[in-house]
T-cell receptor, first 114, second 110 residues
Framework: DGGITQSPKYLFRKEGQNVTLSCEQN?????MYWYRQDPGQGLRLIYY???????QKGDIAEGYSVSREKKESFPLTVTSAQKNPTAFYLC?????????????FGQGTRLTVV | EDQVTQSPEALRLQEGESSSLNCSYT??????LFWYRQDPGKGPEFLFT?????EEKEKERLKATLTKKESFLHITAPKPEDSATYLC???????????WGAGTKLIIKP
């Protein structure tokens, strides 16, 4: 079955640590996205990518980094510079940035600072 | 500023009691409006895309409609398994980014 796989489902980070969230898709989609979801707020875009080796900052990119070395993979690193990282992180993909088509989401990673 | 507002924040209904959720938007040049369903601890699941005023789409007990200012998600004779948070998002102008509402939490009591 085609879809988006995020791992791990739960992640705990100590102060000053960098952590990496995995996102893999087998939908053959060009565009991939990372969102952050906090209670009572709409999804906020962290980074997005249209093609391999190219990505753009979203509204809240500070303290995060990404890479797109393969079409299928778009990992997100939450760095120690992100002061409030506790949130639910969602990875998504769509056919193409330029088409007004729906995005498909993974099951999310819940990150908690301990 | 482009904005999407969903109301109500939460809605409790008895099983079988029909109602509607609202998604109002103020954007320049609507290109598409998307409805998603999200269960607790899960990623959003795509429901509908609407592209122009007057358009309607249906799926089981759900029907989405679109005007120039807002969209409604009508739920007819809901069942407890329809309980979820329903999210609305808009794509507009030359912006690739979706603008998301905060969602409506729907609870259907048996």
């Amino acid at each position: 079955d085609g879809g988006i796989t995020q791992s791990p489902k739960y992640l705990f980070r100590k102060e000053g640590q960098n952590v990496t969230l995995s996102c893999e898709q087998n939908l053959n989609h060009d565009a991939m996205y990372w969102y952050r979801q906090d209670p009572g707020q709409g999804l906020r875009l962290i980074y997005y990518s249209q093609i391999v080796n190219d990505f753009q900052k979203g509204d809240i990119a500070e303290g995060y980094s990404v890479s797109r070395e393969k079409k299928e993979s778009f990992p997100l690193t939450v760095t120690s510079a992100q002061k409030n990282p506790t949130a639910f992180y969602l990875c998504a993909s769509s056919i193409d940035l330029n088409r007004d088509t729906e995005a498909f989401f993974g099951q999310g990673t819940r990150l908690t600072v301990v | 500023e482009d904005q999407v507002t969903q109301s109500p924040e939460a809605l409790r209904l008895q099983e079988g009691e029909s109602s509607s959720l609202n998604c109002s938007y103020t954007v320049s040049g609507l290109r598409g409006l998307f409805w998603y369903r999200q269960d607790p601890g899960k990623g959003p699941e795509f429901l509908f895309t609407l592209y122009s005023a007057g358009e309607e789409k249906e799926k089981e007990r759900l029907k989405a409609t679109l005007t120039k200012k807002e969209s409604f998600l009508h739920i007819t004779a809901p069942k407890p398994e329809d309980s979820a948070t329903y999210l609305c998002a808009v794509q507009a102008g030359s912006n690739y980014q979706l603008i998301w509402g905060a969602g409506t939490k729907l609870i259907i009591k048996p």
